[in-house]
């Protein structure tokens, strides 16, 4: 059955994946309303066997002692980070799953290489640590605001022109030392439309309880938007690896963007397939010894194994 699961999951994908060496324009590649010929009703049930499809790889990644893995999220301002994190993981255990959100850099990131403060948090193995904003930043809006770069302390000479296809590079090569490691890095981004972020600001305007989402900040980058988009393109077109695949989500549909951010993720997850630790023939020994220890212990009136009284017909 996981086969066929697995299959399913996998062809539902395929279109949103950036083929290695791709060159992107990502307007004219991908569309932000594509749903695949699903509708809005179909949403629900979708989302729900995806989600309890995640619960159950997550569990058995969390047995186990290899495997980790690192989900990187990115999207412009309203891109709908937040509730695909919230949507997403709503079925998986809190315990093994971290969720990350970079911020402006602090004073003391700063005073680091720029990619330490990501590396400080990946996850164990067993782990999912999710990133709202990665490493990506780096290149994305600190290329659209150089002012970023100069406050990174880079010595003379480091920051010229060639600066982001060397990240590039550096970042490829940080994701397979990690892969080869045992992390898996996955990579969303939500593309949204520019006409969609307008509404959705619109909406976090119109809704008091909304506003608190909305910064004058946004406005300012959305002046931004081609700078962007050829950004993303650029960072899509050099960063999709076969080891680290980009997969573009359609976002201006909510719904579908969660359904293709959990098939992205159980995807990998069952790529993995982590499996139970099997307990050897020695310690399966050593555990009926005890057990029979802890039936000697039974107060008088009780059953010898409880457990089993009571769940044998
Ligand atoms: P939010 O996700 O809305 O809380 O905003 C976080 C802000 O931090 C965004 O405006 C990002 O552009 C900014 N940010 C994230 N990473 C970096 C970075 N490496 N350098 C500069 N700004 C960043
Ligand atoms: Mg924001």
Redesign the pocket.
């Known amino acids: 059955m996981s086969d066929k699961r697995a299959e399913r999951i996998a062809d539902f994908i395929e279109p949103l994946r950036v083929r290695p060496g791709a060159k992107v324009h990502l307007e004219r590649d991908f569309d932000p309303r594509f749903k695949a010929g699903l509708k809005k009703r179909d949403g629900p049930e979708l989302l729900r066997t995806g989600v309890s499809l995640l619960a159950e790889y997550q569990e058995r990644l969390a047995a186990q002692d290899t495997y980790g893995v690192v989900l990187c999220l990115q999207a412009l ?1 309203a891109g709908g ?2 509730g695909t994190i919230r949507h997403v993981m709503s079925g998986v255990n809190p315990q093994g799953v971290r969720v990350n ?5 602090s004073a003391e ?1 700063l005073d680091h290489d ?1 990619l330490w ?1 990501y590396a400080k948090r990946l996850p164990a193995r067993g782990e999912i640590a999710i990133f ?2 990665s ?1 990506y ?2 290149v ?3 290329r659209v ?1 150089p002012e ?1 770069l100069i ?2 302390k880079l010595p003379e000479g480091s920051f010229g022109p060639d600066i982001w296809d060397r990240r590039y590079r550096e970042i490829n090569r940080w994701e397979r030392y990690l892969t080869d490691n045992g992390f898996k890095v996955v990579k969303i981004f939500l593309n949204l439309s520019k006409e969609e972020q307008r509404t959705r600001f619109l909406k976090r305007i119109d809704l008091p309880e909304k506003n608190w ?1 909305f ?1 004058a ?2 406005v300012r ?1 959305r002046r931004r938007w081609d700078d962007y988009q050829q950004a993303f393109s650029e960072m899509l077109s050099a960063t999709s690896t076969r080891w680290a695949p980009w997969y573009v989500v359609p976002a201006d549909r909510k719904w579908f963007a969660r359904i293709c951010a959990a098939a992205v993720l159980a995807h990998t997850l069952m790529e993995i397939d982590p499996q139970y630790p099997e307990v050897g023939e020695e310690a399966r020994k050593d555990l009926l010894v005890t057990r029979r220890a802890l039936e000697r212990e039974a107060p008088a009136g009780a059953h010898a194994d409880p457990y089993t009284a009571r769940h044998s017909p």
């Open positions: 301002d980070k937040d959100s970079f911020k402006v850099p990131e720029y403060r709202n904003r490493h930043e780096e994305l809006v600190v605001h970023n406050r990174q989402k910064s900040a946004d980058e």
